[in-house]
Structures are given as C-alpha cells and as structure tokens.
C-alpha cells in the first residue's frame, strides 16, 4: 500500500505580538492510498489547522509532512499552486459558491485556472455535477438550490480536477440531517472509487461513516481513544 500522507511531529504556532498559541503539538500520523479517514476532535483542538497543512494551504513551524513521498517544504509556490488546484480537492463547510454563477460555472473553476479550454471545461463540469446527482440543476445559480444541493455543487468542484486526495472540512456543519446523509453517501463512493478522502468533523455519527478515525485534543492526537 503506497502512503500518500505521512506528517511527522507536524507543529504550528501562530504568533500575535508577544503572544503564541500552539495549535499543533507534534502530530505524526500516515494515510495510505484509498483510505477514508476521519479527522475528530472539539472546537479548538487544531484539526482545522491540521486540514490547512494536509492541503497545503498553510505550512508548518515544524516537524515534515509528505506528500505523495514528497517533502511539501521543499516545493516552490508554483508547485504548491499546482498541487492545490490538480492533486486535491477540498469541499468546505461553507460551500464557498459564487452567488452570481450558475452551478456549471462554479464547477468549472478550477479548470479555468488550469487553462483548460471553455468547452472541455463545460463538458467536464456538467459531467461532474451529473455525478454527485445534479445533472438537472447544471443552470441553478447556490440562491436557488438547497443547502444540500449547494454542497453537492461544492463536491462537483472538488471531482472536477479528478484528484487522488478528497480533503473535507465539517463539510455537514450546515446541512440538515438528511442532506448530511447524501453527502456522506456521496463520499463513501468517491471512496470506493478509489480516491483517499480525510474528513474533518466535530461529529461522533459523520465520523463514523470513515473506515479510521483519529481523533485529536489540543493539538495532540489523543491516544487514548486513537482508533
């Protein structure tokens, strides 16, 4: 089985004048290739922290983290650039939607930034969205579909790039129980898909829907209850 996320004692302090918060504390912990794993822990515990290092959107203080065997510390901005935009998709609590642009155009975002021409990036967006159920609603602006919907959209834009790694942020924070369901149903077939997918959550019953969870306590993974 090939690992494609190892971080080994990873730490993050965040600095305000005189003032440091240890948001992370020395997490060493490994994903392999097509695991589902959870990211558990309380309000404040450094598992959002932990989500912005694995999708190198923030780097560490210290210790090393691997991506794909890969040092991420050693990558240039336009390598992390990369990364971000084709090597990962996130799907965030707040959807995160433009407002004005119907669902399709939303989707087509990160391809736009890839350079991929207009009508493939059509073709792939409505296919994407077809995908996660919303072949119907490929011209609704978020306003006009529901909280449900809209994370589907959201999830359609993470599938767009087709990446391995599917990194979800209490991505049912918002949703009500039923839509919650669906959502998670759709990340238990990314999964058998063969994609690696790591889900934040506060949750005990959405952290359950993953194969593994690791669960996370001020800044430590806690190993008392590390599953």
């Known amino acids: 089985m ?15 004048g005189h003032l440091e918060v240890e948001a992370l504390r020395g997490i060493t912990m490994s994903v392999d290739e ?11 515990s450094g598992k959002s922290t932990l989500m912005h290092i694995l999708g190198c959107l923030d780097v560490p203080t210290g210790g090393t983290y691997e991506l794909a065997g890969t040092d991420v510390s050693r990558m240039t901005e336009a390598e992390l650039a990369e990364v971000r935009n084709r090597r990962i998709g996130f799907v965030f609590q ?21 350079g991929v021409h207009r009508d493939e990036r059509r073709r792939r967006a409505i296919a994407a969205l077809e995908k996660v159920g919303l072949g119907d609603r490929v011209a609704h602006r978020p306003g006009e579909l529901s909280g449900g919907q809209q ?4 999830v359609a834009r993470a599938l767009v ?5 599917i990194l979800a942020d209490e991505p049912t924070g918002n949703l009500d129980s039923r839509s919650s369901a669906d959502v998670l149903a759709l990340f238990a077939e990314l999964h058998e898909s063969g994609r690696t997918v790591m889900l934040i ?10 194969q593994r969870v690791v669960r996370i306590r001020d800044g430590l993974i806690d190993q008392r209850v590390a599953a």
Request: glycine share 6%.
């Open 151 to 154: 994370q589907r959209v959201a």
């Open 201 to 210: 959550t506060h949750e005990p019953e959405v952290a359950a829907a993953a």
């Open 161 to 165: 790039t087709d990446p391995a790694l």
């Open 94 to 114: 707040g959807f995160n939607l433009l407002p004005s642009m119907p669902a399709w155009r939303n989707v087509e975002l990160p391809l736009v930034y890839a």
């Open 34 to 44: 097509g695991e589902y794993v959870a990211v558990m822990g309380p309000s404040g």
């Open 2 to 16: 090939t690992t494609t996320l190892q971080l080994t004692d990873v730490r993050k302090t965040y600095s305000s």
